[in-house]
Every structure is written in structure tokens, then in C-alpha cells.
């Protein structure tokens, strides 16, 4: 009798995890920006109450990790702070994979300063003599600042890991095409680590996406050729591409989405989702009201 009590609670207790007629839940793959992973945790948080059956699994890693993944064929949205590389796509192609872009937001990629630092403007020349290789200013005092609790005023430089969109498009913006990176810049792994990092040092100037702003840093006017017509990130100066280092956001999908995947990105694309990038600091493909 002892023996067929306990047989019957494990009969029982398999029961439990496989009841009759339970549907398993669909997972879609999301992988990718850092830029974009917290909006993509809110779209996948709030997209429960929208499909319960449908579960979407979001990791970052950087632009250039979620890319690689929809070439393998490791994931079903592969997002991106950066268009695809032309040599991407023809990794793309070989592997049979038809990457189709869908711009679901606009980012103003700002330029971030301690809270001490004087400078409030800086120019796109002045970035390049900052963050490119031969430029000349290595020192606050090289751009006439004088930055108070920083020790021989030394510029700290402070970059992305060279799989971040951020980073690629950051370069392609500030430095040109064929411009370089300076050598002995801090290269962070993520977005906010940018942030924290030059909240904490007085030497430091930074680049990441605006919705990684606190109020413990301070956000660069940033002028094309002068701080006389500089412009402050915000989402309506990315929108309507007065910032001078805006940029599109992208999600990318192997041909044009079908089934949960199309149900998801109508989702993201709708007034719902495009509000949610809203209230993440990013500007909507559209106008929409989010009342």
C-alpha cells in the first residue's frame, strides 16, 4: 500500500506539468541593441497582456551579436541601432537568410558630460579632434576648458565595444567613413555603463542613447559647425532630424514576418507600441497620441 501511495503522488505529480490539452506558448527570439533593449523588454513585457499564448525572449549583446544571430538562424527579430552592413547581407544571402529592415523608432545619440563640466556646447569638428585618431585635443585645455576636479585635465574618452551599433554609427557620423577611433578610449559593454561611468569621472565625455539620460549627467548641445546653432538631443530633435547625430532604430526579420512575428511587429508598429518607445525617451515613426 506504501508502495502505491508514492507511485500515485508521482503519477499525480506529472500530471501536473503535463494537464491534458495545454497549449504550449510560442516563443519569438529577440536579440540584439542595447540601445533598443529596454524598449523591447517593455514591448515584450506589455505584449503579454496583448497575446498570453505568445512569449517574447529579449537579450542585448550589441547590434552587431543580434545580426550574427538572424544570419544563423538563432533568432526571429534581430534588433539594430544600425543599418545592416553590406557585407552582413551578403553573409545573409549565403546563408539563405533575406534580411527585411523595419524601422520602429528614432534615437538622438547623445553626448554626455559630468556634471561640472563648463562645456555645455561642442561641435562635430570638436568631437572628431576628441574621439578620432590624430585628433589634437587630449586635454580639456586643448578646447579652452577648464574642468573642475579633473587631475591634468586629461580627456577620458569613453566609447562603445566595436559590436555596438552605437559605436558604428557614432563613427560614421562624427569621423566619416574611412575616420578611426583614437587609440586608448574606454570601450563599455553597454549603454548605461557609458553613462555611469562619466557620471563618476570628472575627465570623462561619452556617447549612448538618449533614454540612458539621468540627472546626474549633463547632455552636449551639439552644433554641425558652430555652437551658435547647436541643437539638444531630445525625441522631437531626433524626429525630425534637426540633432545632428540622429538615427533610425531598426528590427530585422529573415523575409517579411508571418504568423505570431507579423502579430508582434504590427503590435510594435501600432499606437500602443509606438507610444511605449515614446515614454523610453525615443521618437515614434509617426505622430501618435498617447493620451
Known sequence: MKHFNVVFALLCLSASFVAPGAAARTEIQNKGSDTLVNVAQAWAEAYQSVDPDVAVAVSGGGSGTG???LINGTVDIANASRAMKTKEVGMAEKAGVTP?????GFDALAVYLHADNPMKAVTID???EIYGRGGG???????????????GQQIVVVSRQN?????????????????KYRQGTLDMHGSKDVVD????????IGYSGLAYATDHVQLACVGESSVDNCVLPSPASAADKSYPVARPL?????????GVTKEYLDWVM??????????????????????
Open 67 to 69: 545580426i550574427a544571430a
Open 100 to 104: 527585411v529592415e523595419h524601422i520602429v
Open 126 to 128: 570638436q568631437l572628431k
Open 137 to 151: 585635443a587630449t586635454k580639456w585645455t586643448d578646447l579652452g576648458i577648464e574642468v573642475p576636479g579633473c587631475k
Open 163 to 179: 559590436n555596438s551599433g552605437t559605436y558604428a554609427y557614432f563613427k560614421k557620423a562624427v569621423l566619416g567613413k574611412k575616420g
Open 197 to 204: 561611468l562619466v557620471e563618476k569621472t570628472p575627465c570623462a
Open 250 to 258: 531598426f528590427m530585422y526579420t529573415n523575409g517579411e514576418p508571418s
Open 270 to 291: 501600432s499606437d500602443t507600441g509606438q507610444c511605449i518607445i515614446q515614454e523610453k525617451g525615443y521618437a515614434p515613426v509617426r505622430d501618435v497620441n498617447c493620451e
